[in-house]
């Protein structure tokens, strides 16, 4: 074999993804040794493949330039979240490399993507259509992986739910804990349990106010199963992101022209073509005429997807229990309070002692040292504390002899300091090396946890030289990039390094394991 892999000319009637993908089979055909030529001689290239998009503090638009020009199904795992959640029942990449080969045709399972992702992977998909339907010849052999959480998920009784915010704060953030004695289940510090929560049952109630039929109507839904329209819509669809075909389904319905065609509008994506962020209650209330057959219309909903929530407990601390950490997620728009699933479900609906369907997502790497002597630094403001109280929970049970760091903020340390008296108990009797607070707002200028880390940049530096692990997780597209430029700004000065210099070596403290986030 030349060694030389063929690229399509400029002059090449493709798109850039047609481009990309083609050019990505190219060299899958044409790195296989001295077989050339034939599809079913593509091999993967041996070398271990980067995925430089794989970062979810990047841009959906970032993330798919990092992937320009490779093959196509890495383009569809750059349209993902690259949380490596599991909430598809997937990883990022086997769910692209599914969608390629069109084992999977649910584009609307990555929650954290939304519908930007599931927009995305459509257009890429109807960029090459006669290509799609072709196996891509350098994933032809990839196993496909069941999917993971809806198998395994099981009823865990719930324990309690307290409210972790003092009075007087803004925040709703709940400590909830789930029995799992009798479940079958286990965990390990890192790992994340998923929920299945239920609709608020409010807006199922005005949903099927607003299509004019019985509650009791026997329906086939999205998932296969067949149920009541109220269970449907409270238990089954998606009802919060209607999917695309569901907006389709109102439009090719509605009596009136204009707002078929706005609707359409909206279905193909371009933005202000009506009510932004639409709920199906807000596309109903807006567009009177559009009342399809109940049946097509749930049948072209999305299926609910589960949530995940980073454990916060240790198993070795609490025997038999685990517990989460959650914001409740409420905010006004266009005059109705909205609610998010999961969290308004745990923190005002799902009583004592009843049984949520929750199943254990294991961490892809967000794992305590096997080292206990070794350092570990954690950031976590807000909900990003759930693992680290964990970590201090396991180093307490196991006798680590390591240092632990923690870095803490929120909006006010008289009402938002999450587990106050257990942070300070751990820094009181040493467990906690060191603890970083950072209040946004008890001062006029907001004061961030990246604020204290520059602060206490040598002696964070001279952490990392003794073999300092570092973990960052929460709030993923605004904390977790200004924490990684905080930490390139720390390591270019105190290591007297070029900015490159200085994102090579944080980008090898992540090879190595030493630089992990589970940011959201
Ligand atoms: C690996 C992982 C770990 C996680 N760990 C945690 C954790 O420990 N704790 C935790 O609380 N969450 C965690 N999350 C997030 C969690 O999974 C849910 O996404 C979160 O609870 C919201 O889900 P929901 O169903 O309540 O809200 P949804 O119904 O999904 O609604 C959330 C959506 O509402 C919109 N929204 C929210 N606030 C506003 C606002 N102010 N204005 C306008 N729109 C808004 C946004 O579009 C947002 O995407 C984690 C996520 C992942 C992937
Ligand atoms: N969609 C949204 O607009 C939105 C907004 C907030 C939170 N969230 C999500 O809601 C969930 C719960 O949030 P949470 O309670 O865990 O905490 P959070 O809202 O992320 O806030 C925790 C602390 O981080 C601060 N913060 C804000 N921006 C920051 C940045 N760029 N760098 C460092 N710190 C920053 C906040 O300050 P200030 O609040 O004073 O700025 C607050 O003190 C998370 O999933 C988060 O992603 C979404």
């Known amino acids: 074999m030349s060694g030389i892999v063929p690229v399509l000319p400029d002059s090449a009637p493709f798109s850039d993804n047609q481009r990309a993908w083609l050019n990505g089979y190219l060299a899958g055909l044409f790195s296989a040794d001295g077989l050339a030529g034939t599809a079913a001689s ?9 995925f430089p998009w794989h970062d979810p503090a990047l841009e959906l638009d970032e993330r798919l330039a990092l992937a320009a020009g490779r093959p196509h199904e890495r383009v ?47 257009e890429l998909l109807a960029e090459t259509p006669a290509l799609a339907a072709e196996p891509a010849a350098s994933i032809a052999a990839s ?17 309690r739910c307290d409210r972790l915010n003092r009075e007087g704060s803004v925040k709703d953030t709940r400590q909830i804990v789930f029995r799992l ?63 695309d075909d569901a907006i389709e389904v109102l439009a090719s319905r ?37 009342r399809p057959p109940v049946q097509e219309l749930v049948g072209a909903l999305g299926v609910l997807q589960p949530r995940l ?5 240790s198993p070795k601390a609490t025997p038999g229990e685990v517990h989460l950490t959650v914001a409740a997620v409420r905010y006004r728009r ?35 040292p096997a080292n206990g002597d070794a350092p570990i630094i954690m950031i976590g403001p807000g909900t990003g504390i759930a693992p680290f109280r964990a970590f201090l929970q396991e180093r307490r049970a196991l006798g680590a002899g390591g240092r632990n760091w923690l870095f803490f903020g929120d909006q006010h340390g008289a009402t ?51 073999g300092a692990q570092i973990y960052v997780c929460g709030d993923a597209i605004r904390m977790a990039r200004d924490v990684d430029t905080a930490l390139v700004h720390i390591i270019a000065k105190q290591g007297r390094m070029e900015m490159a210099g200085a994102k090579a070596h944080l980008a090898q403290l992540a090879r190595e394991q030493r630089y992990q986030r589970d940011v959201y």
């Open 42 to 50: 593509a091999t993967v290239p041996s070398e271990p493949e980067d």
């Open 76 to 122: 569809l795992m750059a349209a993902m979240a690259q949380l490596d959640c599991g909430q598809c029942g997937y990883l990022c990449q086997s769910y692209a490399e599914l969608i390629a080969r069109g084992d999977e045709k649910d584009l609307t399972r990555c929650a954290p993507g939304g519908k930007a992702t599931a927009r995305k992977l459509k």
């Open 143 to 159: 196993p496909a992986p069941a999917p993971a959480g809806r198998i395994s998920a099981v009823p865990a009784p719930l324990l």
């Open 181 to 243: 004695d009798g479940t079958g289940l286990d965990y390990q510090v890192g790992d994340s349990l998923g929920v299945h929560a239920a609709n608020c049952p409010d807006l199922v109630g005005a949903l099927v106010d607003c299509l004019g039929v019985s509650a009791d109507l026997e329906v086939d839904c999205p998932d296969g199963s067949r149920r009541r329209l109220q269970d449907a819509l409270a238990a089954v669809c998606d009802i919060a992101r209607p999917s």
């Open 254 to 290: 509605a009596q009136d022209h204009e707002e078929a065609d706005l609707l359409q509008a909206i279905a193909e994506g371009y933005p202000g073509s009506g009510p932004e962020d639409a709920d199906l209650l807000d596309l109903l209330l807006a567009f009177p005429s559009a």
């Open 309 to 313: 929530y980073s454990i916060s407990s």
């Open 334 to 368: 266009r005059d109705r309070l909205r609610k998010g699933v999961a969290s308004i479900f745990l923190a005002e609906r799902a009583a004592p002692g009843a049984p949520v369907p929750v199943f254990v997502q294991q961490s892809h790497g967000f794992r305590l």
């Open 416 to 466: 938002d300091f999450l587990y106050r008296d257990e942070i300070e108990g751990f820094a009181r009797d040493g467990l906690l090396t060191r603890l970083d607070t950072a209040f946004s707002r008890d001062q006029p200028d907001k004061v961030y946890v990246q604020h204290r880390m520059r602060q206490h940049a040598a002696e964070l530096w001279a952490w990392l030289q003794d």
